[in-house]
């Protein structure tokens, strides 16, 4: 079992330009959380998704971030037009269920937008 | 809303010593999870150790437990003989505990950053 899979490790874009971030949730795990981290602070919750479903987009910024997770394939964190303060690292968790027990987190996708 | 505190940013503890990370959470709920998770320099996120709010007895995990006082709403962490490995960054978080989907996600302190020395 591979774990929850994040690609790329590390993305630099340039201001305006799109940002795509992919995760492959765990075998079995049907449920996929992407948290953000911006520089010394603790993860941020975005969008909480079930296949080919958004659950809940609370934490997600209302302009230019999407998420979807189709069912077949990873699923994406779309950032367009990215601008300085999209800078952070990006990480996506999966679990089996609701997560009462816990995520299993991938091990990020660190986005610098010069 | 939930809100996470952790309110020592740096910690420092020697080898086979004991040291103990404070955490406390605001909260209106009544039932709930805790977690602690570890955030080594490689950045993946890891689960230490869950702790259900319904719960009396303190969980623990080999070398990890924690202290659970709902009434106060302080959830710490102690690790007992420190070893280098447990350098890390240490955060706490809370999840509601429901059915609806808001209630999944977590709530993350800033973190505190562990070192152990040699």
């Known amino acids: 079992n591979a774990g929850v899979m994040q690609n790329p490790r590390h993305l630099v874009r340039r201001r305006g330009q799109e940002a795509r971030l992919r995760c492959s949730p765990m075998k079995g795990h049907s449920h996929v959380y992407w948290y953000r981290q911006l520089p010394e602070e603790g993860l941020k919750f975005m969008v909480y998704?079930?296949?080919?479903?958004?659950?809940?987009e609370s934490g997600m910024p209302k302009e230019r971030f999407s998420a979807e997770f189709p069912k077949e394939g990873p699923s994406i964190l779309r950032i367009q037009q990215v601008v300085r303060g999209d800078s952070a690292a990006y990480f996506c968790a999966s679990s089996p269920g609701q997560g009462a027990y816990g995520y299993t987190f991938g091990s990020g996708t660190r986005l610098t937008v010069v | 809303a939930q809100t996470v505190t952790q309110s020592q940013p740096e910690m420092s503890v020697q080898e086979a010593e004991t040291v103990t990370l404070s955490c406390t959470y605001d909260t209106s709920e009544n039932n709930y999870y805790l977690f602690w998770y570890k955030q080594p320099p490689s950045r993946q996120m890891i689960l230490v150790i869950r702790?259900?709010?319904?719960?009396?007895q303190n969980a623990t995990e080999n070398r990890f437990s924690v202290n659970f006082q709902k009434a106060a709403k302080s959830f710490s962490l102690k690790i007992s003989d420190s070893q280098l490995g447990d350098t890390a960054m240490y955060f706490c978080?809370?999840?509601?505990?429901?059915?609806?989907?808001?209630?999944?996600?977590?709530?993350f302190g800033s973190g505190t950053q562990l070192t152990v020395l040699p």
């Open positions: 702790q259900e709010a319904y719960k009396q």
């Open positions: 978080a809370f999840m509601k505990r429901g059915s609806s989907g808001s209630a999944r996600q977590l709530t």
């Open positions: 998704l079930q296949k080919e479903n958004i659950i809940d």
